[in-house]
């Protein structure tokens, strides 16, 4: 049993350790492509970041515009958007399924939010783009769907089972005893959910809006199907815009290697990747700022 034992601790030693030494690799590589714009091509961090100017040379002699702002803004906008629409619908699916009706929760709702999460991109991008996209053209009056709008639900609907998850998961986490508790001073169920339940789940909340729109900003393909892909800031929802992802998969496979639209859209997919690690310490930040208020 002790050699069992310790052979499992070893195993789960080892994975980790991969895990750590992969995501590092990772980062390594995306800072040796990505700031090549920078020290290869000489563009500033300020032109890549402020400027709309996009039009990198497809070549090693460079002179083009890395401006990417365009990008950013596309992706700020469609993910913050999604999360807006996507959190309020995930927070009462996982308050239902948890609190108000725990067994049909879980015998009906909970199996099919996995399946939405195992839906495929594409397929989230097919109905967008078949369904989606003409009904938004329709509706408004538009000559075409393709809009910060279409990509923004399409986004909302494949976050939701990711948040969903997550805030069940937390709320169950919460012990038995807060919900008795609260009942014994005698507040109502909903009392309970909205001042005992949720405050002591807010860490794990937190976590699911985080890996949410973790989620939202590396969706490619499904956003790039209804967004319109126009290089041009948007004039409000229903118009077309462009996003990172969207520029890096659409892009990426004909720019020259080492060249100077390839090295853009490394530095666009180090920025991704930044963003990525800047969610996971604000969550950690917060978390531990949480955690030290309950010591005190």
Not at 21 to 43: A, R
Not at 88 to 98: D, I, K, L
Not at 209 to 226: K, N
Not at 259 to 270: D, P, S
Request: with cysteine; net charge positive.
């Amino acid at each position: 049993m002790i050699r069992k034992e310790y052979l499992g601790k070893a195993v789960i030693t080892v994975c980790g350790i991969l895990v750590i030494i992969l995501t590092l690799s990772i980062g390594f590589f995306l800072l040796v492509k990505g700031t090549g714009t920078f020290t290869i091509y000489k563009h500033s961090v300020g032109e890549f970041l402020f400027s709309s100017q996009w039009a990198p040379e497809d070549s090693g002699n460079g002179g083009g515009k890395v401006g990417a702002l365009i990008y950013i803004v596309g992706s700020l906008l469609t993910c913050g958007l999604a999360l807006g629409i996507s959190v309020p619908f995930s927070f009462a699916a996982a308050v239902f399924m948890t609190e108000i009706a725990p067994g049909a929760g879980a015998r009906f709702l909970q199996p099919a939010v996995g399946i939405f999460a195992g839906i495929p991109s594409v397929v989230y991008g097919w109905l967008g783009l078949t369904i989606l996209v003409p009904f938004i053209k329709n509706i408004f009056s538009l000559p075409h769907g393709f809009t910060v709008l279409s990509a923004s639900l399409v986004l909302a609907l494949m976050i939701f089972p990711t948040i969903t998850t997550v805030t069940a998961d937390a709320i169950r986490s919460v012990p038995d005893e807060y919900r008795e508790g609260s009942y014994a001073l005698g507040a109502t169920r909903w009392q309970v959910i909205r001042s005992t339940v949720l405050p002591a789940a807010t860490d794990g909340i937190l976590t699911a809006v985080i890996l949410g729109l973790s989620r939202a900003f590396g969706e490619a393909l499904a956003v790039a199907m209804v967004i319109g892909k126009m290089k041009a800031f948007p004039a409000n929802l229903l118009s077309p815009t462009n996003s990172l992802t969207t520029a890096i998969a659409s892009d990426m496979g004909g720019a020259m290697d080492g060249g100077e639209y390839n090295m853009a859209l490394w530095t666009m997919a180090l920025l991704l990747y930044l963003i990525s690690l800047l969610f996971i310490f604000v969550i950690h930040y917060l978390s531990g700022k949480r955690g030290k208020e309950h010591t005190k």
